[in-house]
């Protein structure tokens, strides 16, 4: 895209003539030839419009691809994490406990979690359908 206006089919071509300066050229032309200009200044008019609505299009897309790698590469690191922090806090309580009785505190407070969690999102559903019902 530049930044120059282009010359187009509709309006007379510049020849040099001061701007106040009567075109004698432009009278002479039939109606046919300036609706054939017009049409084809429309034309060029949509192709452009089109093209650029794909550049757009296309910076979209690869932005929300883009967003949507790093949002997977965070949702994989924050599941690395809370593996690490499971099996660390299993290490830790094996130092306390025996090592079964660690692991079986540990998967049980997941466990424990999990429900709370999906009785939270339960709820929240619960209330959506509440506040949309008619």
């Not at 939270?120 to 019902?133: F, Q, W």
Request: with cysteine.
């Amino acid at each position: 895209m530049t930044d120059t206006p282009a010359d187009t089919a509709v309006t007379p071509p510049t020849d040099g003539q001061p701007d106040g300066a009567p075109d004698n050229s432009a009278r002479d032309e039939s109606v046919k030839e300036v609706l054939a200009r017009l049409y084809a200044d429309g034309r060029a008019y949509a192709a452009a419009e089109a093209d650029k609505q794909k550049l757009r299009a296309g910076i979209i897309g690869a932005g929300i691809r883009n967003a949507a790698i790093f949002a997977m590469v965070a949702l994989m690191l924050a599941f690395a994490c809370i593996v690490t922090l499971l099996v660390g806090l299993t290490i830790v309580l094996a130092q306390l406990v025996a090592p079964i009785w660690a692991t079986l505190i540990v998967v049980g407070g997941g466990l424990l979690i999990t429900l709370l969690l999906l009785l939270a999102a339960k709820g929240c559903i619960t209330r959506m359908k509440r506040a949309i019902a008619p």
